[in-house]
C-alpha cells in the first residue's frame, strides 16, 4: 500500500514569493491534515479535512495560507506571500475516518524562505 | 503548562538496555495516545496506539497510560543503536476547533554501543 505522497520534497523561495505544497493521502482514507514543523518541535495543525470540508481551519494563518481539497482526495496547501517565518518542514498526515486519530504522515516538504 | 510534555533529552541508554520514555499531558479528558518516532531529517512514523489504562505490548515496545496520573510512557526493551531517533509524544485534545491531535516536542534518544 502505498504511503502519503508529498511534493515538492524541497522548496527554496525569497520573501514575498507565492509557494504550493501538493499531498496525495493513503487510498480510502478520508481524513486529511496538513502541519507545520519547526526544528526541535512537534508538528502544528494547520488544518484538517473530512472528505473535501475543512472541519478545523483555527490554526490556518488566513491572511496568507490557504488550503483547498478538490474532490475529497488530493489537497493543496499555499503561501502568498511567503514570509522568512514560514521556514519549515509542511507535513500531510492521513487516517482512515474521522474518529480515528491513528495518521500517517507523508515525507514533507521543507521550505526554506530567503 | 504546555498541553503535552516530554524531557527533550538527549537520553542516552547502552545498547540492549531498556530505554523509558515519558510524557505528560493537561488535559484530563484526553482518551486517546500515541507515540512517534522520527529519524533526523524523516518525517514521523506511528509506532504505538493507547487508549486504556495499563499496558499495551508490541514487539519490543510497550505503552504504558496512568489517565489518574496523567501520564503515558513507552518503554523499549533491548534497545538497539537503530531506536536512535526522537521519540514524539501525542495526545487527542480536545479544543474549540474540536478534537486534534497535540504533540509534544519529543524526546532524543541515543543508544550506544
Known amino acids: 500500500e502505498a504511503g502519503v505522497v508529498q511534493s515538492p520534497r524541497y522548496k527554496i523561495i525569497e520573501k514575498k514569493q507565492p509557494v504550493a505544497f501538493w499531498c496525495n493521502p493513503i487510498?480510502?482514507?478520508?481524513?486529511l491534515y496538513w502541519y507545520l514543523q519547526n526544528l526541535g518541535q512537534g508538528p502544528e495543525l494547520l488544518i484538517r479535512y473530512e472528505n473535501e470540508e475543512a472541519v478545523d481551519d483555527s490554526q490556518l494563518p488566513k491572511d496568507r495560507f490557504s488550503a483547498e481539497r478538490l474532490k475529497g482526495v488530493d489537497s493543496t496547501l499555499k503561501i502568498q506571500p511567503a514570509e522568512l517565518g514560514d521556514s519549515a518542514v509542511y507535513l500531510c498526515a492521513s487516517s482512515l475516518r474521522q474518529g480515528s486519530y491513528e495518521q500517517y504522515f507523508g515525507p514533507g516538504t521543507r521550505l526554506t524562505v530567503t | 503548562q504546555k498541553e503535552v510534555e516530554q524531557n527533550s533529552g538527549p537520553l542516552s541508554v547502552p545498547e540492549g538496555a531498556i530505554a523509558s520514555l515519558n510524557c505528560t499531558y493537561s488535559?484530563?479528558?484526553?482518551?486517546?495516545f500515541f507515540w512517534y518516532r522520527q529519524y533526523s531529517g524523516k518525517s514521523p512514523e506511528l509506532i504505538m496506539s493507547i487508549y486504556s489504562n495499563g499496558d499495551k505490548e508490541d514487539g519490543r515496545f510497550t505503552a504504558q497510560l496512568n489517565k489518574a496520573s496523567q501520564y503515558v510512557s513507552l518503554l523499549i526493551r533491548d534497545s538497539q543503536p537503530s531506536d536512535s531517533a526522537t521519540y514524539l509524544c501525542?495526545?487527542?485534545?480536545?479544543?474549540?476547533?474540536?478534537?486534534?491531535?497535540?504533540f509534544g516536542t519529543g524526546t532524543q534518544l541515543k543508544v550506544e554501543l
Open positions: 487510498s480510502g482514507h478520508n481524513t
Open positions: 488535559d484530563r479528558g484526553s482518551q486517546s
Open positions: 501525542a495526545v487527542r485534545i480536545f479544543t474549540g476547533g474540536g478534537n486534534k491531535l497535540t
